[in-house]
C-alpha cells in the first residue's frame, strides 16, 4: 500500500469519471498489472541485479529502458516527496482541525495560496518547503538501513493505514448522500468506454500503484531469493494493492456523496478534481468523526506519510541500485545523499503558489507518457528479444501454479497492442486540447521537454561504457 | 443504487478480495510445507 492508493486512485477515478472509470481499471489489472507484475518479478530474480543490467543481460542497447524507468521514477519521486511533505503540514494541522467546514477553501486558499495559473510562480511556501526537507531526511534514514531496514518499516506502516481507511469508509458510508456518492463510483457509464483518455488514466494507475516501469520491482526481486513463487507473489501483490485501492475509493467516494447531498450539487461538480482532492475530502471524513477528531487526524495523516516514504524509498532504492551496478560506487551513502539532495532542490517548484498546477504538469505526463511507454517496451523486449516460452518455464520451474499460454499472449500482443494504442490516441488528443487547459507552454515544459529529456539522458548512460 | 452498481460491487469483492484470499492461502500452504520439508532435513541432519 502507498500514495497510489489512498491519494492518487481517488482522484484518478473522479476526474475520470468514477463508474466509468473502473470497468478499464480492472481490465488494465488483469491485462497489463499483473503480466507486467511476474515479467518484472522475474527479470529480478533471474538476472539478480537492477533495472538496467537487467536489461543490457538480454542486449547491451535494451540498457536504456532501465534507465528510462529510473528516470521516470525520478521525476515520480520529485513531486511524490511533496505530497508527503503536505502531509506532514496536515499532521500538524490535525491537532487543530483548521480546516473544518471549509476543507477545499482551507486547501487551496490558507495551504497552498495557489495562484492563478502555472506561470505565475509566487512565494515559496515555507511550511511546505520544510515538510519536503524533513521527508527527505526521512526517506535518506530509511534508506540507508539497507533493504532489511525497509522490510521492517514496511511491516510497521502498512497494517495500520488499512485499519485507518476501514473506519474511514465506516464513517463514509454512514453520512447522508453516501449512497448517491457510491452510485456515482460504481455506476458503469459504458459510453466512456470509447474515450481513448479514461483508457490511459487507467493503465497509468495501475502501473503508479504498483510500481510498474520504475524499475522497482525489478531491483526488489533481484534479492529475494531463488525459487520463491513469482506468479503467486505477483498475483497477491496485484489484488491487494488494487482491493485497497478499491477500498479507498469507497472512504472518498460517500464523503463526495455527503458533500454533494449538502451543497445540493452534482456530485461531479462539489470539489476541483485534482491532485488535491485527497486533502479536500479525507479532512473533511475525520471532521466528521463523533469523537478524537484531533487524534484520528494526526494518526491519519502520520500513517498518509510513512505510506509515502514505503513508495518513495523503493523508487530511491531502485535508481541507487541501478547507479552502484553500472558505476561499481562502493559508497552507496554518498550516492543516495546526493541523489537526495538534487531532488530536494528540484522539488522547490512544487512548494512555490503554482507548485500544484505543476504537479499535476509532471504527474499526468511522466504517468502517461512515461511508466505506459516503458512498460511497452518491456512487453516487446521480453516478448520478442527473450523469447517469452522459456521466460514462462522459468517462472514455472518455482511457482505453485503454472502461468499458461495466456501470458504470452498477453505480454507479445495484448498489452503491447493496448498500451500503442492508447498512447498513440492520447497524444494526438494532447496535442489538439492541452490538458485540464493548462497553457501549452506549461504542458511543453512540465510535460513534453521532460518526457524527451528522460529518453535522451536514458539513451546517454545506456550507451555509457559502466566500470567491470 | 442502480442494479448495474451493485454488480459492479459484487465483481470487484469477489475477484479482488476473494482473489486475494485464495492466493495468500496458497503461500501460506506452501510457506507450511517447506517448514516441514525443512524440519525433516533438519532431523535427518541430526541423526
Keep these: ?468 | 443504487m442502480p442494479v448495474s452498481a451493485w454488480i459492479m460491487f459484487a465483481f470487484g469483492c469477489i475477484v479482488l478480495y476473494g482473489g486475494a484470499i485464495w492466493c495468500i492461502t496458497i503461500a501460506v500452504k506452501r510457506g507450511s510445507k517447506e517448514k516441514k520439508r525443512n524440519e525433516v532435513a533438519h532431523n535427518q541432519g541430526a541423526d
Excluded at chain 1, 478524537?292 to 518513495?312: K, N, P, Q
Excluded at chain 1, 505453485?400 to 498500451?419: C, E, H, Q, S, Y
Design chain 1, 1 to 468: 500500500m502507498g500514495l497510489g492508493n489512498a491519494w492518487r486512485f481517488p482522484y484518478v477515478a473522479y476526474t475520470n469519471g468514477g463508474g466509468a472509470f473502473l470497468i478499464p481499471y480492472f481490465i488494465a489489472l488483469f491485462t497489463a498489472g499483473i503480466p507486467l507484475m511476474i515479467l518484472e518479478y522475474g527479470l529480478g530474480q533471474f538476472f539478480q541485479s537492477s533495472a538496467p543490467l537487467a536489461f543490457a543481460k538480454i542486449k547491451k542497447r535494451f540498457e536504456f529502458v532501465g534507465w528510462w524507468a529510473l528516470g521516470v521514477g525520478t521525476l515520480i519521486v520529485s513531486y511524490y516527496a511533496v505530497i508527503m511533505s503536505y502531509s506532514f503540514n496536515y499532521l500538524f494541522h490535525s491537532i487543530t482541525l483548521s480546516w473544518a467546514g471549509r476543507e477545499e477553501s482551507f486547501f487551496m486558499k490558507d495551504f497552498l495560496r495557489i495562484s492563478s495559473g502555472p506561470g505565475e510562480l509566487g512565494s515559496i511556501s515555507v511550511p511546505i518547503l520544510l515538510g519536503l526537507i524533513l521527508t527527505w531526511l526521512l526517506i535518506y534514514l530509511c534508506i540507508s538501513k539497507g533493504t532489511e531496514s525497509v522490510g521492517k518499516v514496511v511491516m510497521l506502516t502498512v497494517p495500520l493505514p488499512v485499519l485507518l481507511m476501514v473506519v474511514l469508509v465506516i464513517r463514509g458510508l454512514t453520512l447522508p448522500g453516501a449512497t448517491e456518492g457510491l452510485a456515482y463510483y460504481l455506476t458503469p457509464d459504458f459510453s466512456k468506454l470509447l474515450s481513448p483518455s479514461v483508457w490511459l488514466a487507467a493503465y497509468s494507475q495501475v502501473f503508479f500503484s504498483l510500481s510498474l516501469g520504475f524499475g522497482i520491482l525489478i531491483a526488489y526481486a533481484s534479492y529475494k531469493p531463488k525459487g520463491s513463487d513469482i506468479t503467486n507473489d505477483a498475483f497477491i501483490t496485484s489484488l491487494v494493492d488494487a482491493g485497497i485501492s478499491y477500498l479507498a475509493g469507497f472512504a472518498v467516494f460517500s464523503v463526495l456523496g455527503f458533500f454533494a447531498f449538502a451543497t445540493q450539487r452534482d456530485i461531479s461538480q462539489v470539489v476541483s478534481a485534482g491532485p488535491g482532492l485527497a486533502f479536500v475530502v479525507y479532512p473533511a471524513a475525520i471532521a466528521k468523526m463523533p469523537v478524537a477528531r484531533g487524534a484520528f487526524g494526526v494518526v491519519f495523516f502520520l500513517m498518509l506519510l510513512t505510506l509515502g516514504i514505503d513508495s518513495a524509498f523503493s523508487i530511491v532504492e531502485g535508481v541507487v541500485a541501478g547507479i552502484q551496478d553500472k558505476f561499481r560506487i562502493a559508497n552507496k551513502q554518498a550516492v543516495i545523499i546526493g541523489y537526495s539532495v538534487i531532488l530536494c532542490l528540484v522539488g522547490i517548484i512544487y512548494t512555490t503558489q503554482a507548485g500544484l498546477y505543476w504537479l499535476d504538469i509532471v504527474d499526468h505526463w511522466m504517468n502517461n507518457f512515461g511508466l505506459a511507454p516503458v512498460g511497452f517496451a518491456e512487453c516487446i523486449i521480453v516478448g520478442y528479444f527473450f523469447t517469452t516460452d522459456r521466460f514462462r518455464r522459468e517462472i514455472n520451474s518455482v511457482s505453485d501454479f503454472p502461468i499458461g499460454k495466456w501470458w504470452n499472449v498477453m505480454i507479445r500482443f495484448v498489452t503491447p497492442i493496448v498500451l500503442a494504442i492508447v498512447i498513440l490516441l492520447n497524444i494526438i488528443t494532447e496535442i489538439k486540447r492541452p490538458y485540464e487547459n493548462y497553457p501549452f507552454w506549461s504542458t511543453l515544459v512540465g510535460g513534453w521537454l521532460l518526457v524527451a529529456v528522460v529518453i535522451i539522458v536514458s539513451l546517454i548512460l545506456g550507451r555509457l561504457k559502466g566500470k567491470e
